[in-house]
């Protein structure tokens, strides 16, 4: 579990402002997944990416950004926060689409 | 749009006796069933998953059913401990024609001592 990491791990920010967060990972795994959590809805998909410079849209793409230039890391950007963006986002990776997925720490995000 | 319903949303037994969790799913392209224990505070973790080519798998106190026809698998935790009080997500995948992962809503399972 070590080998996926998350920065921040807490953000307080306000409406309007650029959030970017942060995930990394050591095992050179080719997938790449972006989740929000809130009570009552589990976990939803936001955004994945199948290989550097590889992305595609979940369940819940709006209001967000993502880019892969390298293989390690997966940064997803919130451009304009808005309150229903107070989630709790895990990261996570998996060697295929049909592998476990290992999911980072969390960052748990406050939009005020 | 597709979803996955998962039941019940709590469930709470004593120790030694069994859980199970259920779980529908509605898109007939998944083929990939994983679950997920996640403790308070932690991030999720696989405890079991289950392929579309195979009906059930068992890893010790724990084992998953699936039933292709009906859309549906479950999980099964037997000899229930107090340290398998967490909540618990099943997940439907589908990587044809685009990629697609579907959670349920989770169970909160509390054993009590």
């Known amino acids: 579990d070590a080998g996926i990491t998350q920065s921040p791990r807490y953000k307080i920010t306000e409406t309007g402002r650029q959030v970017t967060l942060m995930c990394h990972q050591t095992?050179?795994?080719?997938?790449m997944f972006w989740y929000r959590q809130d009570l009552g809805h589990g976990l939803r998909l936001i955004y994945y990416?199948?290989?550097?410079?590889?992305?595609d849209k979940g369940e819940v793409p709006d209001g967000y950004v993502v880019s892969r230039s390298k293989t390690e890391n997966f940064p997803l950007t919130l451009e304009s926060a808005t309150r229903s963006q107070t989630s709790v986002y895990f990261c996570?990776?998996?060697?295929?689409?049909?592998?476990?997925?290992?999911f980072g720490p969390g960052t748990r995000l406050l939009v005020l | 749009g597709e979803n996955v319903e998962q039941h019940p949303s709590t469930l709470s037994v004593q120790e030694g006796d069994s859980a199970v969790i259920k779980c529908t799913y509605s898109?007939?392209?998944?083929?990939?069933f994983p679950w997920y224990k996640q403790e308070l505070g932690k991030r999720p973790q696989l405890i079991i998953d289950?392929?579309?080519?195979?009906g059930e798998k068992k890893d010790q106190r724990i084992a998953v059913t699936l039933n292709k026809t009906a859309k549906h698998f479950s999980l099964h935790i037997t000899e229930t401990q107090p340290e398998d009080s967490a909540v618990y997500f099943c997940?439907?995948?589908?990587?044809?024609?685009?990629?697609?992962?579907?959670f349920g809503a989770g169970t909160r399972l509390f054993v009590k001592a």
């Open positions: 996570a990776s998996s060697g295929s689409s049909k592998e476990t997925q290992y």
């Open positions: 095992w050179s795994h080719s997938y």
């Open positions: 990416s199948a290989a550097a410079d590889i992305t």
């Open positions: 898109d007939s392209a998944s083929n990939y």
């Open positions: 289950i392929r579309s080519n195979v």
């Open positions: 997940a439907a995948i589908a990587d044809t024609g685009g990629f697609k992962t579907i």
